[in-house]
Every structure is written in C-alpha cells, then in structure tokens.
C-alpha cells in the first residue's frame, strides 16, 4: 500500500493543472471563510483528484507516459486500496462542511471510477468521455467547490448565474481535454480507448483545439465584462498569450515532425497553461474580493 510507486501514481502534483477551477470558485463566492477554503482545497486537491488518478492507473496499467509521469512504474494492488481511502478521506473533510458537499464529491469519486473501470469504463467512448471528463472536472467541480466554500446546499444547482461560470470551465476543458491525450494515441488504441484526441487525428486535435479554446476565451471575456469589470476580461486575455504563443510554436514543430506530439510538449504546454489561469484567478479573487485594496492601505 505504501510502495513508491503507489505514491507516484497518485500524482498529487498534477492537481495543480485542476487548481484553476477552484479558484475561480472561490473569486465569485461570497460567503467563505478561512477554514472551509483550507478543508476544500485539501479534500479536492490532496485526497479526491489524487484517489481519482490512481484508480484510473490501476485499470490502465499503462506502460508508456501519462499525465505528471513520464515513466510510470508497474501497478501494485495497493494502489487500488491507497485510491478507496484516499476517496473515504476527502468525503469524510467534505463532511466537516456539509453532507451535501460529501455527497458531491461521492458522486465525481463513483463518475471518476466509471470512467476508468473494465466494466463500464467510458473512457474508450470517444464522444462520451470528452464531454463527461470536461464537464465533471469543470462545471460539477465548480458548482461543488462552490458549495463547499459557502457552505451552501443543492440550490445553487438553480442558480443561472453560476451556471455561466461553470459551463466556462467546461467550455475551457473541452478545448484542452484531447490535448492531454495527443502522445497516447498507441497506447489508448490497445486497449480500445478509441479517444477524441485519436479520432481526430494529431493536427484534428491541434485544430480542434484552436477552435474551442478561442471560443472559451471570447465567452470569458463576455462573462467578465457583463458581470464584473472590463479591465478582468483585458487581464485574462493577457495571461492566455503565453499559452496561445507556446500552442502555436508546438503545432509548427508538429507540422513539421509529427513525432513532436509527444509527452514532454504535452506537459509544457499544461503547465504554462495552469500556470496562467491560476496566476489570473488568483489575482481576481485577490482583487475583487478587495483583499488587495485592504493590503494596500495597511490592514
């Protein structure tokens, strides 16, 4: 249960690529306070997406490269259990707060299983898995971060005005998703995982990519100049210029040698996009929740 490989196949570092949503939760959340942000930002990002990562390494037992490894060791039968309590921790933090917010995590930890278990596994349905694993991880995260953080209940699932901000993150994972899975087309084949990356073929998915990720952009700078203020929407298409120039010197690479679509390309172009939307979100929680204006004037 404790073998380094068990840990390694956790991947709690590859949260980082998901912190974004969460904090985008907590920039439009009014009614939060400093242990709940703690309890779920531990929950999510220590228990919940590391359990889901290493149930889907158990089924998988990939040989080659995967998201956060570029060499993943063998799988060991701990790792199935390491992934159940690490599961049962996050909902038992999630409970601290609400049952409701435990039974939203319960619910992304029984999908997250779905998705990768022989007997159901939605990853090898191209489509399907594209828009469960885009809106799971983007719009349900939201809504369920948003809960846990307020400390509110189902209702905000009638709430239209965080239906916007939450289809963005959606909008935004659709658009990368495929990209994750662009150096994996040999091994996802193998096992049938006929994914919408390998559909699309490795410059489809550069192009779908462009397309949807343009489409996220525009929608967030209209949500960010109809509900909050102009200069956040000029913000966030600056912070998205590193990720726009970096995608565009890859996809020539890959023009040029196809063999470019490859693991270590994959992770930059991931972190420089992580890297970006949570410096942008941090700042606009930091901003619109006028902690920076108290900070500046000695509070």
Same mark, same amino acid.
């Given at each position: =249960?404790?073998?380094?490989?068990?840990?390694?196949?956790?991947?709690?570092?590859?949260? +980082?690529?998901?912190?974004?949503? %969460?904090? &985008?939760?907590?920039?439009?959340?009014?009614?939060?306070?400093?242990?709940?942000?703690?309890?779920?930002?531990?929950?999510?990002?220590?228990?919940?997406?590391?359990?889901?990562?290493?149930?889907?390494?158990?089924?998988?037992?990939?040989? #080659?490269?995967?998201?956060?490894?570029?060499?993943?060791?063998?799988?060991?039968?701990?790792?199935?259990?390491?992934?159940?309590?690490?599961?049962?921790?996050?909902?038992?933090?999630?409970?601290?707060?609400?049952?409701?917010?435990?039974?939203?995590?319960?619910?992304?930890?029984?999908?997250?299983?779905?998705?990768?278990?022989?007997?159901?596994?939605? #990853?090898?349905?191209?489509?399907?898995?594209?828009?469960?694993?885009?809106?799971?991880?983007?719009? &349900?995260? %939201? =809504?369920?971060?948003?809960?846990?953080?307020?400390?509110?209940?189902?209702?905000?699932?009638?709430?239209?005005?965080?239906? *916007?901000?939450?289809? *963005?993150?959606?909008?935004?994972?659709?658009?990368?998703?495929? =990209?994750?899975?662009?150096?994996?087309?040999?091994?996802?084949?193998?096992?049938?995982?006929?994914?919408?990356?390998?559909?699309?073929?490795?410059?489809?998915? &550069?192009?779908?990519?462009?397309?949807? %990720?343009?489409?996220?952009?525009?929608?967030?700078?209209?949500?960010?100049?109809?509900?909050?203020?102009?200069?956040?929407?000029? *913000?966030? /298409?600056?912070?998205?210029?590193?990720?726009?120039?970096? +995608?565009?010197?890859?996809?020539? #690479?890959?023009?040029?040698?196809?063999?470019?679509?490859?693991?270590?390309?994959?992770?930059?172009?991931?972190?420089?996009?992580?890297?970006?939307?949570?410096?942008?979100?941090?700042?606009?929680?930091?901003?619109?929740?006028? /902690?920076?204006?108290?900070?500046?004037?000695?509070?």
């Amino acid at each position: =249960m404790f073998k380094k490989s068990t840990w390694l196949h956790l991947r709690i570092p590859f949260s +980082f690529f998901l912190l974004p949503v %969460f904090l &985008f939760a907590l920039a439009v959340s009014p009614n939060i306070n400093e242990s709940r942000i703690i309890i779920v930002f531990i929950a999510l990002h220590f228990f919940l997406y590391p359990a889901s990562n290493g149930y889907n390494s158990y089924f998988d037992k990939d040989e #080659k490269s995967i998201g956060g490894l570029r060499n993943p060791p063998k799988v060991v039968k701990g790792l199935y259990y390491t992934a159940l309590v690490f599961d049962m921790v996050a909902i038992g933090m999630a409970l601290i707060i609400s049952w409701q917010f435990s039974l939203m995590l319960f619910i992304y930890g029984l999908v997250s299983k779905a998705y990768s278990h022989p007997g159901i596994r939605i #990853k090898k349905y191209a489509f399907l898995s594209w828009f469960i694993a885009g809106f799971f991880q983007g719009a &349900f995260t %939201f =809504m369920m971060a948003y809960m846990g953080l307020n400390q509110y209940g189902f209702h905000v699932w009638e709430q239209a005005h965080l239906w *916007l901000p939450g289809i *963005l993150t959606s909008l935004m994972l659709w658009g990368s998703y495929p =990209m994750t899975q662009i150096y994996q087309h040999e091994e996802d084949s193998k096992r049938g995982d006929h994914t919408l990356s390998y559909k699309l073929g490795i410059k489809g998915t &550069f192009y779908f990519t462009a397309v949807t %990720f343009s489409i996220a952009v525009g929608a967030f700078v209209f949500y960010f100049m109809e509900y909050h203020k102009d200069k956040y929407a000029l *913000l966030f /298409v600056l912070s998205m210029l590193p990720v726009v120039l970096y +995608f565009g010197y890859w996809f020539l #690479k890959v023009h040029i040698d196809m063999s470019k679509a490859d693991f270590s390309h994959t992770m930059r172009l991931n972190m420089i996009s992580a890297l970006c939307l949570n410096i942008f979100f941090i700042y606009f929680f930091l901003d619109s929740s006028q /902690v920076l204006q108290a900070i500046k004037a000695g509070y």
